[in-house]
């Protein structure tokens, strides 16, 4: 049965499509918050799974337990922050990275690869300027 775009759903998913931050539903809840004061984090968890589960967000879990959210649909892969957990896109040349990936693995493992999903981790820019300032700021003492 198809999802009916309720209201409330309808705003959640075009709040989610507007944003490029990958949120949790915390996040997003305050943002939709803003339009409908009613709405309940219970209310936009529900439909943000509803709305992944129908293909029209994605849903990514990655190790920090936090679920978080896309708008973007096509098929693209991530980068994660160990520090904030903040989640990035792979810029698109990253899809050069998935070609070599098939054809390299198919090669050494003698399967035929029909997908590849990649999540790498590492520590963001932010994160990265926030320890080089604490850095500088210890060696000065």
Do not use: W
């Not at 129908?54 to 337990?65: I, K, N, V």
């Not at 698109?92 to 990275?97: C, M, P, T, V, W």
């Amino acid at each position: 049965m198809p999802l009916r775009m309720t209201r409330q759903r309808m705003l959640i998913l075009e709040e989610l499509m507007r944003l490029k931050t990958h949120p949790t539903a915390y996040e997003l809840h305050a943002i939709v918050k803003r339009t409908l004061p009613q709405i309940s984090l219970g209310t936009v968890y529900r439909n943000l799974e509803q709305l992944s589960a129908s293909g029209r967000c994605q849903r990514l879990a990655f190790g920090s337990g936090n679920r978080r959210y896309d708008g973007n649909t096509e098929a693209h892969h991530h980068l994660c922050c160990l520090e904030c957990g903040r989640v990035d896109d792979l810029p698109a040349d990253g899809h050069e990275i998935e070609h070599v990936l098939k054809a390299a693995l198919g090669e050494v493992c003698g399967y035929r690869i029909t997908g590849v999903s990649i999540e790498l981790y590492g520590i963001c820019p932010a994160c990265k300027k926030r320890e080089t300032t604490k850095n500088k700021k210890t060696i000065r003492r």
